[in-house]
């Protein structure tokens, strides 16, 4: 199989979670780079699109897009890459970084909201979805606070524990639904 990571990150823990990603499955990864890169118009759905890739899409089996969820939204830099690749697309796999804890999820600022949209979007293309909320590596008093979640990011002192074994299972996992 092989296998393209698709990034954004705006504060550093998606790409982190990229570098980790392609680091386990020996891949290629590109970050996805908005026209305009502008938060707040972000916020408000404002959004001009995506620079083209180096990568041709159609070269690869699967796609793994990792890119965050903001305010339970699935973020027009990650929007607009599926929208502007969909046919070209075979197989996709999101992931994320993202503040909303697992029991939160489908919430109104969840990530599962976000999963089903990615998965009505992609219907049979989407292989599956899979978050891994900053809580995990923050301490158990913190797991919570929205204020810990943005003031955390992830890296390699941080990385382990819970998050890893998830990260495991999540390699595990990519490499099952590759089939023979």
């Not at 070209?88 to 029991?103: D, N, Q």
């Not at 109104?108 to 891994?132: R, Y």
Request: some cysteine; charged content about 25%; aromatic content about 10%.
């Amino acid at each position: 199989m092989k296998t393209l990571i698709v990034y954004y990150s705006n504060k550093g823990s998606n790409r982190y979670l990229a570098y980790k990603i392609a680091g386990a499955l020996v891949c290629e990864m590109e970050e996805i780079k908005p026209r305009l890169n502008v938060f707040t118009l972000f916020l408000i759905n404002i959004h001009l699109g995506i620079k083209s890739l180096k990568h041709n899409i159609e070269d690869f089996d699967t796609i793994i897009l990792c890119g965050p969820i903001w305010m339970g939204r699935f973020i027009p830099p990650l929007r607009s890459f599926v929208n502007k690749y969909h046919e070209s697309i075979r197989k996709l796999i999101f992931v994320t970084c993202c503040g909303s804890p697992y029991s939160k999820k489908d919430e109104k600022l969840g990530h599962g909201l976000v999963f089903k949209e990615v998965e009505k979007i992609m219907n049979d293309k989407c292989l599956f979805c899979q978050a891994f909320p900053v809580g995990l590596v923050l301490p158990d008093d913190q797991m919570e606070d929205p204020e810990a979640f943005m003031k955390t990011h992830l890296n390699n002192d941080n990385f382990k524990g819970e998050i890893q074994e998830r990260l495991d299972g999540f390699i595990q996992k990519v490499k099952e639904s590759a089939g023979p």
